[in-house]
Antibody
Framework: QVQLQESGPGLVKPSETLSLTCTVS????????WSWIRQPPGKGLEWIGY???????NYNPSLKSRVTISVDMSKNHFSLKLRSVTAADTAVYYC??????????????????WGQGALVTVSS | DIQMTQSPSSLSASVGDRVTITCRTS??????LNWYQQKPGNAPKLLIY???SLRSGVPSRFSGSRSGTDFTLTISSLQPEDFATYYC?????????FGQGTNLEI
């Protein structure tokens, strides 16, 4: 059973960098894409971006200038950095398993496994 | 970006009712539409993928359909555990986008 677990500081000061890591257990990080998704309190879901096992990334244009997603295959985890945060970045941040790409042919375009979520508050 | 218009935003229903939630996309996306259920304090859970395929382990009272750019999630007979918020999500292209959510209340 695949499990994902987010970790990182729950409080970040304005203008600083939000950093989260998602550790994957029960399966390999290879052959899949892995996404970050966020949800401000009481609001809907926003896709932040994804990364695959080879380091290929794709970011939401609304956040692209401030986001970096990276992967560490040796630790079976991937990470999110969001720079220059403001109060508007306060949200629950989820990591999720995304597209399945065996042999460079991709299918299964959905988020089938999610982490429990990490609340990050931006405040001084 | 592909815009997702989900309706209604909230819905009151009773156990045993049949309910329908609709998601309209701003352009054709084929069948690349997924449905998720989210309960308070929990991550979303995948229910339906590629418009009408039921994820393994999801009760058969959940179903999905498509007509052009209109997608529908139907719950045939509401159970107490179904009261939650439901989201549609397009997986046709990036940025992936979600509907605004439908809060299904007792």
């Amino acid at each position: 059973q695949v499990q994902l677990q987010e970790s990182g500081p729950g409080l970040v000061k304005p203008s600083e960098t939000l950093s989260l890591t998602c550790t994957v257990s029960g399966g390999s990080i290879s052959t899949y894409y892995w996404s970050w998704i966020r949800q401000p309190p009481g609001k809907g879901l926003e896709w932040i971006g994804y990364i695959n096992y080879s380091g290929t990334t794709n970011y939401n244009p609304s956040l692209k200038s401030r986001v970096t997603i990276s992967v560490d295959m040796s630790k079976n985890h991937f990470s999110l950095k969001l720079r220059s945060v403001t109060a508007a970045d306060t949200a629950v941040y989820y990591c999720a398993r995304d597209v399945y790409c065996p042999n460079s042919i991709c299918r299964d375009y959905y988020f089938d496994y999610w982490g429990q979520g990490a609340l990050v508050t931006v405040s001084s | 970006d592909i815009q997702m218009t989900q309706s209604p935003s909230s819905l009151s229903a009773s156990v045993g009712d049949r309910v329908t939630i609709t998601c309209r996309t701003s352009q054709s996306i084929g069948n690349n539409l997924n449905w998720y259920q989210q309960k308070p304090g929990n991550a979303p859970k995948l229910l339906i993928y590629v418009a009408s395929s039921l994820r393994s382990g999801v009760p058969s009272r959940f179903s999905g359909s498509r007509s052009g750019t209109d997608f529908t999630l139907t719950i045939s007979s509401l159970q107490p555990e179904d009261f939650a918020t439901y989201y549609c999500q397009q997986a046709y292209n990036t940025p992936y986008t979600f509907g605004q959510g439908t809060n299904l209340e007792i």
